[in-house]
């Protein structure tokens, strides 16, 4: 029986059938949105993944924003310091990505609200399954791709962390994405494959509309509606992972800001020094030290004492969660495993780096020992030939080979070293 109601009632608004009038809507339609979902989708729950473990969450609490995460970190391994630009790559498929499959998203949504609103609620027991993860799906896309994109323009103004928010969040939206693609998706490809073989796609009640008003546009022109819309976001944001003219094309990503400045160190923060607390009083020549603590105790070092070392020299970029990283900035400095070595370390050990901020999520980072054993791993005190800028970390910042934008610590005033 056809979108049956209860007997006797007649349902109105959304609920009944003569309600949704588009001639748009249709197996067709939706199974092709529907597969460049599947694809899109498995790639940003892969590279979200990525993402998470290469903050290194398993090596100390200071990294891990998800407690009690248990099986769920069943895949994390320890992040690669090669190539360095993994991070830059993985991240930026994923914001890039994520931002051109909204106008996809927001399709694949319209096109099935009617199943939403049909009646009886359930017919059978799969049916009753596909309703629940048609809600479960509907829910968690929204959810993870309002957060994501309030995270890219650095607007967090959802409550809680945005880590474990996102996280806890993707599992509870992949699974429902597994769940409906096994229920649907057969119906999908079968549809495409009757369609290009010329038999027309399967008719659908609670899709097809009873009473379709006129056309204004073709399927095909919708679909090349929503695809062109898709393009103009990546064209719009993909600039950031770029340099040259791409990046000022990159209006979207991320909150719409030009680089800092110019010269040596004119190159994206998302922290100024100012809003993180650090004072000129505390970064001068006189009053800053580094501490270096370890198996042997603890050494105190001024910059100076820092610039009489041996430098050495790394060519890496920077890449953050939100999407953004810099081509390779030139940074000079004192390798981790040189100060690891001052203090009783002749084999690189796990460390623990403090910054002089007073305030936000990642004044405290951990680094693991592959990472501080790698050359390129260094306190750099330079960048471009010419020192570190207040913004980008003077009197000293940790620059990491592929590691995320804020396990780069800046403004580093202890570094404690030692099994985390």
């Known amino acids: 029986m056809a979108r049956s109601s209860l007997p006797g009632r007649l349902p109105r608004g959304p609920f009944s059938p003569d309600f949704w009038r588009s001639p748009l809507r249709g197996t067709w339609f939706t199974s092709v949105l529907g597969v460049v979902l599947l694809a899109g989708i498995t790639v940003l729950f892969v590279t979200g993944l990525v993402s998470y473990a290469a903050y290194n969450p398993d090596l100390s609490p ?76 509907v829910g968690g896309a929204l959810f993870q791709f309002v957060t994501g994109i309030l995270n890219i323009q650095l607007d967090y103004v959802f409550p809680g962390s945005f880590y474990p928010l996102h996280f806890y969040g993707a599992w509870v939206f992949f699974g429902a994405f597994l769940a409906h693609v096994v229920l649907k998706a057969p119906a999908a490809f079968r549809t495409l494959r009757r369609v290009r073989r010329g038999e027309g796609e399967e008719p659908d009640e609670e899709l097809t509309a009873t009473r379709p008003d006129p056309p204004t546009v073709s399927r095909r022109g919708a679909l090349g509606l929503v695809g062109g819309g898709s393009l103009l976001l990546v064209a719009t944001s993909a600039g950031r992972s770029f340099d040259g003219p791409l990046r000022h094309t990159a209006v979207l990503t991320p909150h719409g800001g030009s680089e800092p400045g110019s010269g040596p160190g004119a190159f994206q923060v998302n922290k100024t020094a100012e809003y993180a607390g650090i004072r000129s009083d505390d970064t001068t020549e006189e009053a800053w030290r580094l501490t270096v603590t370890g198996r042997t105790g603890a050494v105190r070092l001024s910059r100076a004492d820092l610039l009489a070392m041996d430098q050495h020299d790394a060519d890496l970029p920077i890449a953050c969660v939100e999407g953004w990283s810099t081509s390779d900035q030139a940074w000079r400095g004192v390798r981790l495993r040189d100060l690891a070595a001052l203090v009783g370390y002749d084999e690189p050990a796990d460390v623990f780096v403090e910054s002089l901020q007073l305030r936000g999520t990642w004044r405290h980072a951990a680094l693991s020992a592959d990472q501080v054993a790698d050359g390129r791993s260094l306190l750099a005190l330079s960048v471009n030939g010419a020192d570190l800028t207040p913004d980008h970390g003077h009197p000293a910042r940790v620059i990491v080979p592929a590691a995320p934008g804020v396990l780069n610590t800046k403004w580093v005033t202890r570094l404690t070293f030692g099994e985390l």
């Open 62 to 137: 200071v990294n891990d924003r998800t407690p009690g995460k248990g099986i769920l970190g069943f895949y994390l391994f320890s992040w690669p310091t090669d190539p360095p630009w993994l991070y830059r790559l993985t991240q930026g498929v994923h914001v890039t990505l994520g931002l051109g499959l909204v106008p996809v998203l927001l399709a694949k949504l319209w096109s099935v609200v009617p199943k939403l609103f049909t009646l009886p609620p359930a017919r059978s027991v799969t049916h009753a399954l596909e309703r629940i993860s048609l809600i479960l799906l």
